[in-house]
């Protein structure tokens, strides 16, 4: 059953900027404007440029032209995560204090190395997790390496957390309440080797500090939105409603990617297409020629 929604919407488009918008960006941000602007709500953008290899600044100019082209219209200033480091430290800091997360030195290869040898390893939503090699350490051996310089991540002790948090529900906005399962993830990365932080860490705790009661996004985030929800749990922030919508893929099936010739927003109005025009079909769900959402 729907749930009611609370008089003051809150919501947000938060691109990563490591290529330009693709048509199910525009969508996606088109969709989260209706739904502020229905309810005479508010639409916030938030840059989610903490990878410093990936973001550029390019990327980001033209992520805020595309979206003013196609009359995306958002409120306050834009927010980047890469202004808001301080923020994630600081709760980084606290679910070390709690002892709930642990330094990761494992390099990709071992990781890999790891699971070929141990032959039955729990698989999560994404692929195979991570062993857990580096949570069996002791503290003197991490004082020790992080002392020395070796590079490494922090992970989320997931047993030690859910212990802690019990049973969560995230609120769906179509669907109503979905019991959370983090433990699909595993041990997942909330500061990486070469960020202080990372997507899950920074999304949770930037939803809570601009006040987002609703969050729209992909249905690949699904998986995310569990992990978030025990995040929310463990450092005391509210939790927003949620809305995954399908994502859009191409005549051959292929999910849309920021490479993708042909489709990117950029490319459409080079190519003269009118925005209004555009803006309307996606609202009602219309589709550039060859593009369908993935479950239809
Ligand atoms: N930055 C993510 C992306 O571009 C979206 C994250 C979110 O909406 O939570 O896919």
């Given amino acids: 059953m729907p749930l009611p929604q609370p008089q003051h919407i809150v919501t947000r488009f938060a691109p990563s900027p490591t290529g330009r918008l693709h048509i199910g960006h525009a969508w996606s941000a088109l969709m989260?404007?209706?739904?502020?602007?229905?309810?005479?709500?508010?639409?916030?953008?938030?840059?989610?440029d903490i990878d410093g290899i990936r973001s550029r600044p390019e990327h980001v100019k033209g992520i805020i032209e595309d979206l003013r082209w196609l009359g995306v219209e958002w409120d306050g200033e834009v927010v980047f995560q890469s202004a808001r480091l301080a923020l994630y430290d600081a709760a980084l800091e606290q679910l070390k204090r709690d002892g709930l997360v642990y330094p990761c030195f494992c390099t990709r290869a071992e990781i890999a190395a790891e699971i070929a040898a141990s032959g039955s390893a729990p698989h999560g939503n994404d692929g195979p997790l991570y062993p857990g090699t580096c949570r069996q350490l002791d503290q003197g051996e991490r004082k020790a390496r992080i002392a020395a310089e070796e590079a490494h991540c922090w992970r989320l002790d997931m047993t030690q957390a859910i212990a802690r948090a019990g049973t969560l529900v995230w609120r769906d906005m179509d669907n109503g309440d979905i019991t959370a399962r983090p433990?699909?993830?595993?041990?997942?990365?909330?500061?990486?080797?070469?960020?202080?932080?990372?997507?899950?860490?920074?999304?949770?705790?930037?939803?809570?500090?601009?006040?987002?009661?609703?969050?729209?996004?992909?249905d690949d985030l699904i998986s995310a939105t569990h992990i978030h929800r025990l995040l929310q749990a463990l450092l005391s922030l509210p939790s927003p409603l949620y809305r995954h919508h399908p994502l859009l893929v191409d005549a051959t099936g292929k999910r849309l990617a920021k490479r993708t010739g042909g489709i990117s927003l950029a490319e459409l109005r080079e190519a003269g297409i009118d925005p209004e025009r555009l803006r309307d079909d996606l609202l009602c769900n219309r589709?550039?020629?060859?593009?369908?959402?993935?479950?239809a």
Avoid: C, N, Q, W
Avoid at 195 to 202: D, E, G, K, M, N
Avoid at 203 to 215: C, E
Avoid at 287 to 295: D, H, K, M, N, Q
């Fill in 287 to 295: 589709f550039p020629v060859g593009i369908r959402l993935a479950s």
């Fill in 32 to 48: 989260a404007m209706e739904l502020a602007r229905s309810a005479g709500g508010v639409l916030r953008l938030r840059i989610e």
């Fill in 183 to 218: 433990e699909l993830a595993g041990d997942v990365v909330l500061a990486r080797k070469d960020a202080p932080t990372s997507y899950h860490l920074a999304a949770t705790l930037d939803d809570a500090d601009m006040g987002i009661t609703h969050v729209l996004r992909g």
